[in-house]
């Protein structure tokens, strides 16, 4: 995405009250990877992805069944609201160098509507695994952050300047090629954003796995509430 692309983004949910994610095909829509908008048509029978791709997930509700975590209005047509105790969405990888595994030099664009209950301890949105080749966070200290590993298990990870609000609605963009460090570009609600590398340097090729992709949970003491 561009720097207009990502701008375009948020003003779409910024500005506008829509009670369905928009659907036209465009810069903003074409060679999309995942699109998960948790619209009630795509949460009939699964997490269904409107890319194309058929990266379809499955609403985890915890190891009895019973959740707390429920469809709720978005920014954006509709949203998930987890409870930040068990729940997530798995999208399983297709397969070793599939459309989710990110080796070097794949350049990224990753984009979100988040509404943080609080910041108790490090979240991740989304993430590849729970021993991650990449992962989307938020920190205890209300900072998004970029986090990937290694061949050698060595992770690395990039924060912006600037924080966000908990229960606030936020735009969270984030732009990168593996392996160039200075390609990395944070956006907070449309704005661009500096950043800079707090671990290694950005300038290392990722490790892929075949692990799952998920949303709302890193590990099983990391689950999103929000």
């Known amino acids: ?46 997490v269904a992805d ?15 069944g019973n959740t707390s975590t429920t469809t709720v209005p978005g920014r954006l047509g509709q949203a998930l609201s987890f409870d930040g105790t068990n729940d997530r969405v798995s999208i399983s990888d297709p397969g070793t160098d599939s459309v989710l595994d990110f ?11 988040v509404n943080r209950a609080n910041n108790a301890i490090l979240v991740a949105p989304l993430a590849k695994g729970s021993n991650s080749n990449y992962a989307f966070e938020l920190t205890t200290a209300s900072k998004p952050q970029f986090f990937y590993r290694n061949s050698s298990n060595t992770q690395f990870q990039i924060f912006p300047t600037s924080a966000i609000t908990n229960n606030v609605w936020h735009h969270l ?24 590398w707090t671990s290694g340097t950005g300038n290392q090729d990722p490790r892929p796995n075949d692990l799952a992709l998920q949303i709302g949970r890193y590990s099983s003491s990391e689950h999103y509430s929000g």
């Open 1 to 46: 995405l561009s720097a207009t692309e990502v701008t375009r983004l948020y003003q779409i949910g910024a500005t506008s009250k829509i009670s369905k994610t928009l659907q036209g095909r465009d810069s903003l829509t074409n060679g999309l990877v995942g699109w998960w908008t948790f619209d009630g048509p795509d949460m009939l029978t699964n």
């Open 50 to 64: 409107s890319s194309g791709q058929g990266n379809n997930g499955s609403l985890i509700l915890g190891a009895t």
């Open 103 to 113: 080796n070097a030099t794949t350049t990224i664009s990753i984009a979100m509507w």
């Open 173 to 196: 963009a984030f732009t990168y090629t593996f392996g160039v460090s200075s390609s990395a570009q944070w956006y907070i609600d449309g704005t661009a954003v500096s950043g800079s």
